[in-house]
C-alpha cells in the first residue's frame, strides 16, 4: 500500500513506484534496469493509475482523462498499457514488473504496487549503475564525456546508418503517422484522420516502396513523436507526419517527411486550399514524397473522384472515422454518414461499397434480421460496382455478399475481378486467403498473411491469422512463435489467443510450457478447454478427463469445433466426428435467421479446414458430409 502521508496531489512533481523513480516532467522512469523514456501519453495513463492505486479505473475513464478532447479508440489504450508494461519492467530489469499493470477483464486496470515520495538526488559520486552502486571519479566522467561526443556526432552524421533503423528496414519504406487536428475547436480529428489515410492509401500505389498500415502507423497517436523509435519497432526508413488546420472551408495542411536515420527532414511543404481541392492536394502530397524518395506510383486511380461534392466526401471521410474505431455503436454511426454523403452525392462508388462493409458487420450483429442486411449489402456493393468497375473494394464487397448468400461461383469471379484490380489491398487478400483455403492451398494462405503482417506490425490481428494458417499449412513451431507475438502485441486480448497457443504446444508435446499458459486462461469453460489437452501429462489426467466431462455435458456451441478437437486429440475420432454433426444439426434447426445459419456453418467449415487437430478425419468417408452446404 502506498504511504499514507504522501501528497498525491504531487505526483506530477516526481513519486516512486516500488524500486522505480518515476519523473513525469522528463517523461522517464529510473531503476536497477536504467531509464527509460516513455511517451506523454503512456505516461499520463500512469500519472491517472497511480492517483488511484490499488483501484480498478476503467477504460471509459482513462481514455476519458487521457485523450479529453479526442474520439480515441481502445486500441490507442492498448497501446499505452502495453508499452508502460514493457518500459517498467526493462527500468527494473524485472519481467514481473510488467504485473504491476493488473487487467481487470471486462473493466479495466488496477495498478499495484507501493507509491512513496521520491527520494533526494544522489551526490555526483554516487551513481547507480544497473545491479550495484559505483563510486565515479573525475576521470571516468571526462572518458565518458567524450565517448557521448563521438556517438552524437558520429552515428548522427548523415549518411551513417550504424544502430538506426535503417539498418534493419527495407530499402524504401515508410510509416504516415496520423496527422495532427490543430483547429481551433480540436474536433476536426476525424478530418485529419481522413486526409492522412487518403494520403497514405495514395503513397500506396508503388510496388517499390513498403507503406505500413493504418492500424500500425496509427497507433503512435499523441504525444511528442520520437521518430527513430517509431522507425525501429516499424523497421521503415522514412516517416510522414503532419497536421491539419481547419477553419470552415479553410485548410491548411502541413506535412513532412523525416528520414529515420539521422531525423533530417527529406521534404516540407504547407498547403492552403479551400475543402473543393482536397482530392487534389492528397494527390499532390503522395507524388511529393514519391518523388523525394525516387520511388513512382504505379498504379492509376481506380476512379476519377473530383467530381465528387466536399460535403459528401466530408461525411464520408467521418463515416470511415467511426467504421474503423468500433466502439459500442460506431457501426450504426458510421452506416448513418455514409448514408448521409450518398444521399447528397449519389454517384460516390467508394462510399457505397464502405456502406456494404458496414451493412456486413450489422448483420453479423443483428442475427434474425439478417437477410435484411444482407440484401442491402448486395444492393450497396452492387451499386459500387456499377458506378466503378475499376475499383477493386467494390467488387470485394460484392464477392464477399455472394459468399455470404452462399453462391461461391459468383463469389469467386468478383474476387478474381478484385485481384486482377488490385491484389495488394488489404480487403482484396484477406478473401483471397479464404480462397486459397478452401482450393487446399494453405502455403498461399500463409504467405498473403504474412505480406499482411509485415504491412501492419503492430496489428494483433493480422498477426493471429498468421499465427492461424501456419499452424493449419503445419508450420507448428512458426506457428508458436507467431502466437507469441501475437499475445505479446495485446495481452489483454481474446483468451482464445492463449489456448490457441497452448493447444499447439501440446501437439509439440512441450506440456510444461503449456500448462503456464493454460493456467492463465479464465477459471471456467475457457480453463477446462485448456485442461482437458493435458491427458498425457503425468499428475493432470484425471483433471483433463474431468474437465472433457463438464464440457461434453454443456449444450451444443454452434459457434465452435472445440469440443470435437479434444476428442481427436484423444484419438476418439467416432466422438469428433458425433460432436461435429451435432453442430451442423444444431445450425440446421437454429431459430436464428436462415443467413446466420448458412454464414455460421460456412465458418465453422473454414475453422474445420485450419484445424490441425482434426487432419486425422478427413480420410473419414463422413468429412465431405460435414464439409458439405447445410440443406
Not at 514488473?97 to 477483464?105: G, N, S
Not at 486482377?420 to 480487403?427: E, I, V
Not at 492463465?520 to 503425468?538: K, N, S
Not at 437454429?590 to 487437430?613: G, H
Request: aromatic share 8%.
Amino acid at each position: 500500500m502506498s504511504s499514507p502521508s504522501f501528497d498525491f496531489d504531487a505526483l506530477a512533481q516526481g513519486f516512486r513506484l516500488g524500486t522505480l523513480t518515476i519523473d513525469p516532467a522528463t517523461g522517464e522512469i529510473t531503476g536497477p534496469g536504467g531509464r527509460e523514456k516513455l511517451d506523454p501519453k503512456v505516461m499520463d495513463v500512469l500519472l491517472v493509475l497511480a492517483r488511484q492505486t490499488g483501484t480498478v479505473v476503467t477504460r471509459d475513464d482513462l481514455l476519458a482523462a487521457v485523450w479529453p478532447d479526442v474520439a480515441a479508440s481502445d486500441d490507442m489504450l492498448s497501446r499505452c498499457i502495453y508499452e508502460l508494461r514493457r518500459q517498467l519492467s526493462r527500468a527494473g530489469d524485472d519481467q514481473q514488473l510488467k504485473a504491476l499493470i493488473e487487467t481487470v477483464p471486462r473493466r479495466g486496470y488496477r495498478l499495484r504496487g507501493e507509491i512513496s515520495a521520491p527520494q533526494p538526488m544522489p551526490m555526483l559520486e554516487s551513481v547507480v549503475s544497473p545491479g550495484r552502486r559505483h563510486r565515479v571519479l573525475l576521470p571516468v566522467l571526462v572518458v565518458a564525456i567524450a565517448a557521448m561526443l563521438v556517438w552524437i556526432f558520429v552515428d548522427r552524421a548523415p549518411g551513417n546508418a550504424t544502430g538506426t533503423p535503417q539498418s534493419t528496414a527495407a530499402s524504401h519504406s515508410i510509416a504516415v503517422l496520423p496527422f495532427l487536428d490543430l483547429s481551433e475547436g480540436q474536433d476536426q480529428g476525424f478530418f485529419a484522420d481522413g486526409i492522412t489515410e487518403e494520403i497514405l492509401n495514395r503513397i500506396d500505389q508503388s510496388d517499390s516502396l513498403r507503406v505500413i498500415a493504418r492500424t500500425s502507423s496509427f497507433a503512435f497517436r499523441g504525444g511528442a513523436q520520437d521518430i527513430r523509435e517509431i522507425a525501429s519497432q516499424l523497421k521503415v526508413t522514412h516517416v510522414l507526419e503532419g497536421s491539419v488546420r481547419r477553419a470552415g472551408d479553410d485548410i491548411r495542411i502541413t506535412a513532412q517527411l523525416i528520414a529515420a536515420s539521422n531525423n533530417a527532414h527529406v521534404w516540407s511543404a504547407t498547403f492552403d486550399r479551400r475543402k473543393g481541392e482536397l482530392f487534389a492536394v492528397q494527390d499532390e502530397i503522395a507524388e511529393a514524397v514519391a518523388t523525394a524518395l525516387r520511388v513512382k506510383l504505379d498504379m492509376p486511380r481506380a476512379t476519377d473522384e473530383s467530381h465528387i461534392k466536399p460535403e459528401a466526401y466530408e461525411l464520408f471521410l467521418r463515416a470511415r472515422f467511426f467504421y474503423n474505431r468500433r466502439a459500442p455503436g460506431d457501426i450504426e454511426r458510421s452506416v448513418k454518414y455514409y448514408r448521409d454523403a450518398l444521399a447528397i452525392d449519389p454517384g460516390f462508388a467508394r462510399a457505397w461499397a464502405a456502406l456494404a462493409g458496414a451493412y456486413s458487420l450489422l448483420k453479423a450483429k443483428h442475427r434474425k434480421s439478417a437477410e435484411s442486411w444482407l440484401h442491402l449489402q448486395g444492393e450497396a456493393a452492387q451499386k459500387a460496382v456499377d458506378l466503378a468497375p475499376g475499383l477493386a473494394v467494390a467488387h470485394a464487397r460484392l464477392a464477399q455478399y455472394y459468399f455470404n448468400a452462399a453462391n461461391r461461383q459468383k463469389g469467386d469471379e468478383h474476387l478474381q475481378m478484385a485481384m486482377a484490380l488490385d491484389s495488394d489491398d488489404p480487403l482484396v487478400m484477406g478473401f483471397a486467403s479464404h480462397q486459397a483455403l478452401w482450393r487446399g492451398d494453405l502455403n498461399a494462405a500463409v504467405e498473403i498473411w504474412r505480406r499482411l503482417a509485415e504491412r501492419n506490425p503492430l496489428s494483433p490481428i493480422d498477426s493471429g491469422n498468421l499465427a492461424y494458417y501456419l499452424a493449419a499449412a503445419g508450420h507448428l513451431d512458426e506457428s508458436i512463435v507467431q502466437w507469441r507475438r501475437t499475445l505479446a502485441l495485446n495481452p489483454d486480448g481474446h483468451w482464445s489467443n492463449r489456448f490457441e497457443l497452448a493447444r499447439l504446444l501440446v501437439l509439440r508435446r512441450r506440456h510444461g510450457e503449456a500448462v503456464k499458459e493454460i493456467m492463465q486462461l479464465p477459471v471456467g469453460e475457457p480453463r477446462d478447454f485448456g485442461m482437458a489437452l493435458l491427458h498425457r501429462q503425468p499428475g493432470y489426467e484425471a483433471q483433463a478427463d474431468a474437465a472433457l466431462q463438464r464440457l461434453a455435458a454443456l449444450p451444443v456451441n454452434v459457434e465452435n469445433i472445440q469440443l470435437a478437437e479434444l476428442y481427436a486429440s484423444r484419438g476418439m475420432n467416432e466422438e469428433a466426428i458425433v460432436s461435429l454433426r451435432a453442430v451442423r444439426d444444431a445450425l440446421s434447426s437454429s431459430a436464428e435467421s436462415r443467413y446466420w445459419s448458412l454464414a455460421q456453418a460456412y465458418i465453422l467449415r473454414n475453422e474445420m479446414l485450419k484445424s490441425p487437430y482434426l487432419k486425422p478425419l478427413r480420410s473419414d468417408p463422413r468429412w465431405a458430409e460435414l464439409m458439405s452446404e447445410p440443406q
